[in-house]
């Protein structure tokens, strides 16, 4: 079989220095039982864990606190798992890379479902964020194979930033409870996630086509003469 060549991923995120040494070192402290594969496993764990507890969140608020805990071990789970393969040089390029895909369909699908499940997210702003994000990932996809870029942020985001931020408006839900549920201003407001989703989708789409018909530019043409 010929080389699988790689994509260069481009990871500019606010934290991603801070990450990627972080990741190195818990990659060299695991065990050897541990691989990439029961890696990815504790990554779909949490989201389970975050679906269950933005479903349990209707009961009670503190069920929050589980979905925040589930953040923390998908990101353990999902993003330790291919710095492992790395680091122990036991990377496999075609399986790895359907594996995350496939894993990170599930994973998005049970946290935006979740939360619109929950409380505090209508079902509706919820499935079109995650049709969006979806929108997204496939433009990502596309990318890595068309110039071989595998874009991880926007505007200084990446999946790390999100979960941080998502963690704190899960902590501010908790907090004002009873000021959030029912509040009309509030369930307005949740509409700018589509919003924004969609704004950084079209600029996205706009830029990368500019940049392939610059490449790939219109052929002339030529009627035969026959």
């Known amino acids: 079989m010929s080389e699988v060549k790689q994509s260069n991923r481009i990871q500019e ?6 990450e990627k040494k972080t ?3 818990l990659a ?5 039982w541990v691989t990439s594969n029961v890696l990815t496993g504790v990554g779909i764990l949490g989201s389970v864990l ?26 353990y789970g999902d993003s330790l ?6 680091v122990r040089n036991t990377q496999r ?6 594996l995350d895909h496939t894993v990170d369909v599930i ?7 979740g939360a619109g499940l929950s409380p505090y997210l209508d079902m509706t702003v919820a499935v079109a964020s995650l049709i969006l994000y ?20 926007y505007a200084g985001l990446g999946p790390t930033e999100f979960r941080v931020i998502i963690i704190i408006i899960n902590t501010l839900l908790y907090c004002f409870h009873s000021h959030i549920v029912g509040n009309n201003v509030v369930t307005g407001i949740t509409y700018i996630i589509p919003l924004a989703l969609l704004a950084v989708y079209l600029v996205t789409i706009v830029k990368d086509a500019g940049y392939y018909s610059k490449i790939d530019p219109p052929r002339k043409y030529e009627k035969d003469s026959k």
């Open 28 to 32: 060299k402290a695991q065990p050897d």
């Open 50 to 75: 975050i679906f269950l507890g933005y479903c349990l969140s209707s009961l009670h608020p503190a069920w929050l606190w589980l979905s925040s805990f589930g953040f923390v071990v998908n990101w």
């Open 13 to 18: 995120s606010i934290l991603s220095s801070w």
């Open 134 to 153: 979806y929108a997204m990932t496939i433009n990502v996809s596309m990318n890595a194979h068309l110039r071989s870029e595998f874009r991880l942020s």
């Open 81 to 86: 798992d291919g710095t492992l393969a790395r």
């Open 23 to 25: 990741l190195v070192s």
């Open 107 to 113: 994973n998005e699908a049970l946290i935006f479902i």
């Open 93 to 98: 390029p075609l399986f790895g890379y359907y």
